[in-house]
């Protein structure tokens, strides 16, 4: 049976790129009926420095930003990473299967720790092993997400695909990346060559799940782009990064086809197909900054559905987490 895991990082600035990318398509699943289960990975977070206050703040924020896109705590298993150890646990089991040069390759390694890879963590190199273990806790076999995490779900099928084969079992399964929609990768509005990311250093490249709607229409309308009116068709956007990432992000908020968005707005200047995006943005996103902040008030409230999620979260991986150390030869408790 199909069972979808995903995760966000709590370490703030949540943005369109991660609602369009991840929590949009995380209601989705859950609204298909799919059994669903969501993680605020706060020991990703820790990868790179947090400051602890800062850290709380952004897992209840992320927290609310999950309930105000949609997610449902009665029918997804919302919880926070740390609060179930199966996930620390079974990363342990997972660094000992995962190969040294199979992290080497790792793209978001290279970006994340820089020139001086001497001086990132070890927690940002084994990141990916940790990821597995997320997913393979709970025996997930979707995971949805944007195009940079899909060298890292391809880590996770090779981590289950080495164990099953090293203790001779069919026990992992092999999860598959859900990459799908038009806004796989949302595009920085300040250049459409680099991804829309939380640790931009400018807040105008990135549309903020906490901006208001004066802040979300005042980012539309200053979004970098070449002069040149709207092409009329889908293949005119290949050379025009900025052109593309607009038109992108229209059809993932509108739920619309990019060939349906060029068939109304082909040829319209910038002048007029960016007020028509800032209204539509406003429309979606604006409802969601409201809840996020009512929500935010209650934290006690938050702690509890999390805590209420993790205890459901734990009747599902410690089982699974047994049964692994089982076939390692752990003795257990008689
Ligand atoms: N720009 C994006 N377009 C589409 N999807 C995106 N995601 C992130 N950025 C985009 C997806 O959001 C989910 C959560 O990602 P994460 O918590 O791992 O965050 P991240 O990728 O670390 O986010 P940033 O903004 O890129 O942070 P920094 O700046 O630290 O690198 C994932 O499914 C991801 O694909």
Known sequence: TPRVFSGIQPSGNLHLGNYLGALKRFAEAQDRGTETLYCMVDLHAVTVWQEPADLTRATRELTAGFIASGLDPTRSIL????????????????????????????????????????????????????????????????????????????????????????YGVEFFPLPEPVIEGAATRVMSLRDGTKKMSKSDPSDMSRINLTDNADAISRKIRKARTDPEPLPMDAKGLEDRPEARNLVNIYAALADMSVDAVMAEAGGQPFSVFKPRLADLAVDRLAPISTEMKRLMRDEVAIDTILADGAARARAIAAPILRRTYDIMGMVGAP
């Open 79 to 166: 919880f926070n990473q740390s609060q179930v150890a199966e996930h620390s646990q079974l990363a342990w089991v997972f660094n000992c299967v995962a190969r040294m040069g199979w992290m080497q390759r790792m793209t978001q390694f290279k970006d994340k720790a820089g020139k001086n890879a001497q001086n990132a963590s070890l927690g940002l190199f084994a990141y990916p092993a940790l990821m597995a273990a997320d997913i393979l806790a709970y025996h997930g076999t979707h995971v949805p997400v944007g195009e940079d995490q899909k060298q890292h779900i391809e880590l996770s099928r090779d981590i289950a695909m080495k164990f099953n084969h090293d």
